[in-house]
């Protein structure tokens, strides 16, 4: 199921998805996998946006219970190796468009990154970005091998995994404005010390999948997309 809005002169699609579909309760949560896209509209260069926020009604994580990966370790090295397998929490991809700053229509620059989430303790997340020139299955001008932060706020009676994009993604080269044409991630079924990483403690006939995004000049906007449970 999906709804749209207006994300700033974007109109984004938002899908979501859980397994298993069901409602949970803060008594009895039930541990979920969660799937969600945000695809904007094909042959446009979206917005260039600085801060990205995608919210789940009735959900919450449980990074505490799991091993940690933070963006420091993997940025030392520039690959995330050293992450013990069990603090990998999530994949997906990212495509983005470029083109001339002065030309909202110039999509001549394509980049296709690969994502990993990796936890990073109580409420924080580490994601892994890869792609680049002879990146298999993610093709980039330029290659990036960047670790950047993430952590899940609070969001209505839910959560949200909220991060900020650095500059030099925004911007791959002077003169250029980058946007995010499509995010596709998984969040992973995973329990530890008898806590899952991703729970469902609510949820009234759908859940609500909210992207916020915000704009270089401070101007955010919302998508708003739903998930059966």
């Known amino acids: 199921?999906?709804?749209?809005?207006?994300?700033?002169?974007?109109?984004?699609?938002?899908?979501?998805?859980?397994?298993?579909?069901?409602?949970?309760?803060?008594?009895?949560p039930v541990t979920e996998g969660v799937k969600f896209a945000v695809t904007a509209p094909s042959g446009t260069r979206p917005s260039t946006s600085k801060t990205f926020k995608v919210s789940f009604g009735g959900m919450k994580a449980n990074g505490k219970a799991f091993p940690v990966c933070k963006t420091s370790t993997i940025n030392a090295k520039q690959t995330p190796k050293a992450c013990p397998a069990a603090s990998k929490v999530g994949t997906g991809t990212i495509n983005t468009l470029s083109g001339a700053a002065d030309n909202p229509t110039d999509t001549s620059v394509p980049c296709n990154l690969n994502l990993t989430i990796y936890n990073a303790g109580a409420n924080k997340a580490a994601l892994w970005l890869n792609g680049g020139p002879t990146v298999a299955g993610a093709p980039c001008p330029i290659t990036i091998a960047?670790?950047?932060?993430?952590?899940?706020?609070?969001?209505?009676?839910?959560?949200?995994?909220?991060?900020?994009?650095?500059?030099?993604?925004?911007?791959?080269?002077?003169?250029?404005?980058?946007?995010?044409?499509?995010?596709?991630?998984?969040?992973?079924?995973?329990?530890?010390?008898?806590?899952?990483?991703?729970?469902?403690?609510?949820?009234?006939?759908?859940?609500?999948?909210?992207?916020?995004?915000?704009?270089?000049?401070?101007?955010?906007?919302?998508?708003?997309?739903?998930?059966?449970?």
């Open 146 to 229: 960047q670790a950047i932060d993430a952590k899940f706020v609070k969001s209505g009676n839910g959560t949200a995994l909220q991060f900020d994009i650095p500059s030099n993604l925004r911007h791959p080269v002077p003169g250029l404005n980058n946007g995010i044409s499509q995010i596709k991630a998984s969040i992973l079924k995973k329990t530890s010390k008898g806590k899952g990483y991703f729970v469902s403690t609510s949820c009234k006939g759908s859940r609500p999948v909210t992207l916020t995004l915000t704009s270089e000049d401070g101007a955010s906007s919302t998508s708003v997309g739903k998930a059966a449970c």
């Open 1 to 28: 199921m999906a709804a749209v809005a207006v994300a700033q002169s974007t109109t984004y699609t938002v899908t979501a998805s859980t397994s298993p579909a069901k409602a949970g309760s803060k008594a009895k």
